[in-house]
């Protein structure tokens, strides 16, 4: 089977560059994003059909501005520029790049050309996401204004011999209703990319690539029971068969009878071998005092790994380790450099929080997916309806909800507010729309009133989130009954707490998790 066709994101800085590669998944076309200074002939030799030059924070006329390798405009590969992409096209194709007279943020409306391969079968205007302030002066010889705006002449350009063009404005944004479109017509009719990018697809690639890579070694899963490690194991399963063994620890950080619904729910599934081993003590011993949020990840993550050498031990040889990390998670841990303008916001369980030495070398088939293709790909894997539709959980547990010290005496507390949260949420027809909903331990006490008794108890936070890949996200506009229902259960059902708050707050600037 021939392999999927290759789109590269050259990333020059855009806050929406997973937005793009998430609109050419979405179409069924492979892509990665990748630092905008790779070179001409290492996309040449990964035989890319297709590349898209990201946004990007600075103008093409400064000092320091970010640049793609000069050979790229002689591989004869179809380009398509985003903002600061379009202006990067006009200023090294000996076009002219300046300050625009008036800076363009928000809706606009754009006159297109329908005519054009590009704005092919959408009408003649359409609304778009603008946010410039420079502004393609002069076109390269060879190009044509295929759109324009009230304030820009220039806002999308194109040039058909050449198969570059450029859009001043953001189609990835949902803000750009037709955006997807534009798109597609790039992806299809540009690059002439066949749609062959699917979950039957990687499901065969990715069993392909886990064969080669173990050959008869054994592999351990550390499963969770959440999406995505169920999907990996359940993937690799499929690949290497009884090779697999699966492993279940409980680090006292579990959501209410979180264990046993897991085991349940994984033997309903699959014939998968199973371990499971309460670590809890050693884990509430690591994080004693332990205060701060990066600390308790990195600790958690790495006596997870100890924990699984020691007991893979006691299984015999077993080299590899499967983990479902996803593409958000390594954007998201990424390291500064001088090839990638991402920050580390906070280190994933799955990623950053491992330790650099440790005795398994580790197979991440889901390190390219995003979370809603995790879901479709778990679906197409048999696993069930109730898995493929938990909302995330994070790998280090309660312990990043508990704000402060982790004892075991405040993560009951968490646990059965975490438990009428979701319940209510549940019953209110509300969890499947969510993202995430859960509750927040806070390290401050509130004086309250209770049977005419004064109270000096816990505050707890409620969270609800919707998101499409956690990379953005928004606060949850639930209703208020719901909302007075959740907050009455608590105080009443939950001994050690008089006071309930909802986080209104979105992603950026906040995270969804609080640690």
Not at 196 to 213: F, G, P, Q, V
Not at 294 to 317: C, D, H, N, S, W
Not at 360 to 387: M, T
Not at 428 to 452: C, E, N
Request: aromatic share 8%; hydrophobic share 40%.
């Amino acid at each position: 089977m021939a392999e999927h066709s290759l789109v590269v994101i050259l990333d020059f800085g855009a806050q929406y560059s997973m937005l793009i590669a998430r609109r050419v998944r979405e179409a069924n076309v492979y892509c990665e994003i990748l630092p905008y200074n790779t070179t001409a002939k290492e996309l040449k030799r990964r035989n890319v059909k297709g590349i898209i030059l990201s946004g990007g924070p600075n103008s093409v006329y400064d000092k320091n501005a970010p640049h793609p390798d000069p050979q790229l405009w002689n591989l004869n590969v179809p380009i398509l520029g985003i903002c600061y992409g379009m202006q990067l096209i006009a200023e090294a194709l000996k076009g002219k790049v300046k300050k625009g007279k008036k800076r363009e943020y928000g809706k606009a409306e754009i006159r297109i050309d329908p005519s054009n391969a590009l704005f092919s079968g959408l009408p003649q205007s359409i609304s778009c996401w603008m946010s410039h302030g420079d502004s393609v002066s002069k076109l390269p010889p060879g190009f044509i204004a295929i759109g324009h705006t009230k304030n820009t002449p220039n806002a999308a350009i194109g040039s058909s011999k050449k198969n570059i063009f450029g859009v001043q404005f953001h189609p990835e944004v949902v803000h750009t209703p037709l955006g997807s479109e534009i798109i597609v017509n790039f992806l299809y009719k540009i690059c002439a990319i066949k749609p062959t990018w699917t979950t039957e697809h990687y499901i065969e690639t990715a069993c392909r690539s886990l064969k080669e890579t173990l050959g008869k070694q054994k592999i351990l899963c550390a499963l969770s029971g959440g999406v995505d490690s169920t999907t990996v194991a359940a993937l690799v399963h499929k690949a290497v068969g009884k090779q697999l063994t699966c492993m279940f620890i409980d680090q006292g950080f579990m959501r209410k009878n979180e264990a046993k619904k897991i085991k349940e729910l994984i033997s309903k599934n699959f014939r998968i071998k199973v371990f499971y081993i309460d670590a809890s003590q050693r884990f509430y011993e690591k994080l004693n005092g332990v205060i701060d949020p990066e600390q308790k990840r990195k600790l958690i993550g790495t006596e997870f790994i100890r924990v699984f050498e020691e007991e893979a031990k006691k299984l015999g040889k077993i080299p590899f380790l499967a983990q479902g990390t996803l593409y958000p998670d390594v954007i998201e841990s990424a390291v500064p450099s001088k090839v990638t303008t991402a920050h580390t916001i906070k280190t994933h369980h799955n990623v950053g929080g491992l330790p650099e030495k440790m005795g398994f070398k580790l197979v991440e088939p889901l390190r390219l997916l995003f979370k809603d293709e995790v879901r479709l790909l778990g679906k197409d894997l048999g696993i069930a309806e109730e898995i493929i539709t938990r909302q995330p959980f994070p790998g280090p547990g309660l312990a990043i909800r508990i704000i402060g010290e982790v004892t075991p005496e405040r993560v009951k507390i968490l646990q059965e507010v975490d438990d009428i949260i979701v319940t209510e949420i549940k019953n209110a027809g509300y969890y499947k729309k969510l993202w995430q909903s859960f509750g927040v331990l806070l390290p401050i006490r509130t004086v309250g009133v209770m049977g005419d008794q004064r109270t000096y108890l816990n505050t707890v936070a409620v969270r609800a989130v919707t998101s499409v890949d956690a990379m953005t996200a928004d606060w949850a506009r639930l209703p208020y009954e719901l909302l007075e229902k959740i907050s009455n259960r608590i105080v009443n059902e939950c001994p050690l707490v008089n006071r309930v708050v909802y986080d209104i707050s979105s992603k950026p600037p906040s995270t969804i998790e609080w640690e």
